[in-house]
């Protein structure tokens, strides 16, 4: 009993003496492919060209830093996610819409004090989004749940943060598109890699 009583009190007297901070936050997301330079700067480049403006996106919510020992930090995270996906098939264009509340769990490391840090961690999505229809095609099913990971980095200056992330998948936004008149089917992944990137406050 005096084991367990001396272990909760070492970690109450470190999570009293964290520092925490909880911050706003809001993101333009573009989907993307690979993680590499390349790809993402020819993304952005795109959307800011107007040839990307149906894929652009967004999101907003509330980001929870904690201070853990040794510059390592523990960040949760919720959003809440709206973006669009465009492709071509069987004569039409499907316009989907993305409409999802995420979840990052995000472990990080202070590079320079808290001025600069990076982050890697697993993201729970629960899709939002009404079914679509398309001309003769009507949605059928989806994933409504999916997991993936974020990786990235922000910087803090003063109450002002900066962050740049991106985000794959580990599982997919499987959904049918299926033709109420002939019964073709289009099968559809809508969980894309995206790259984020934001600005945030301090409260």
Same mark, same amino acid.
């Given at each position: 009993?005096?084991?367990i009583?001396s272990i909760? @009190?070492i970690?109450f007297?470190?999570f009293a003496s964290?520092?925490i901070?909880?911050?706003?936050?809001?993101?333009i997301?573009?989907?993307?492919?690979?993680p590499?330079?390349?790809?993402i700067?020819g993304?952005?480049?795109?959307?800011?060209e107007?040839e990307?403006k149906?894929?652009a996106?967004?999101n907003?919510?509330?980001?929870?830093?904690?201070?853990?020992?040794t510059?390592f930090? %523990?960040m949760?995270?919720?959003?809440?996610t709206?973006?669009?996906n465009e492709f071509t098939?069987?004569?039409?264009?499907?316009d989907?819409k993305s409409?999802?509340?995420? %979840?990052?769990?995000? @472990?990080?490391?202070n590079?320079?004090?808290?001025t600069v840090?990076?982050?890697?961690g697993p993201?729970a999505?629960?899709n939002?989004?009404?079914?679509d229809?398309?001309n003769?095609?009507?949605e059928?099913a989806?994933?409504?749940f999916?997991?993936?990971?974020?990786?990235?980095?922000?910087?803090?200056?003063?109450?002002?943060i @900066?962050n740049a992330?991106y985000e794959?998948a580990f599982?997919?936004d499987s959904?049918?598109?299926?033709?109420?008149?002939?019964?073709?089917e289009?099968?559809?992944?809508?969980r894309p890699n995206?790259?984020?990137v934001?600005i945030?406050?301090k409260?």
């Amino acid at each position: 009993m005096k084991k367990i009583l001396s272990i909760a @009190l070492i970690g109450f007297s470190l999570f009293a003496s964290a520092q925490i901070s909880l911050a706003g936050k809001a993101n333009i997301i573009f989907p993307t492919g690979s993680p590499s330079w390349q790809n993402i700067k020819g993304t952005v480049n795109q959307a800011i060209e107007g040839e990307g403006k149906n894929n652009a996106g967004f999101n907003v919510g509330l980001s929870l830093k904690v201070g853990l020992p040794t510059s390592f930090f %523990l960040m949760p995270e919720l959003y809440y996610t709206n973006f669009k996906n465009e492709f071509t098939a069987a004569n039409t264009t499907f316009d989907i819409k993305s409409s999802r509340l995420d %979840l990052p769990v995000l @472990l990080g490391y202070n590079i320079l004090g808290n001025t600069v840090g990076v982050f890697v961690g697993p993201v729970a999505s629960y899709n939002l989004a009404k079914e679509d229809t398309f001309n003769d095609f009507r949605e059928n099913a989806r994933d409504n749940f999916t997991v993936g990971y974020q990786f990235g980095a922000q910087v803090e200056i003063s109450k002002l943060i @900066l962050n740049a992330k991106y985000e794959g998948a580990f599982s997919k936004d499987s959904r049918n598109f299926i033709n109420r008149f002939s019964g073709e089917e289009i099968r559809y992944d809508n969980r894309p890699n995206l790259f984020m990137v934001g600005i945030g406050y301090k409260f």
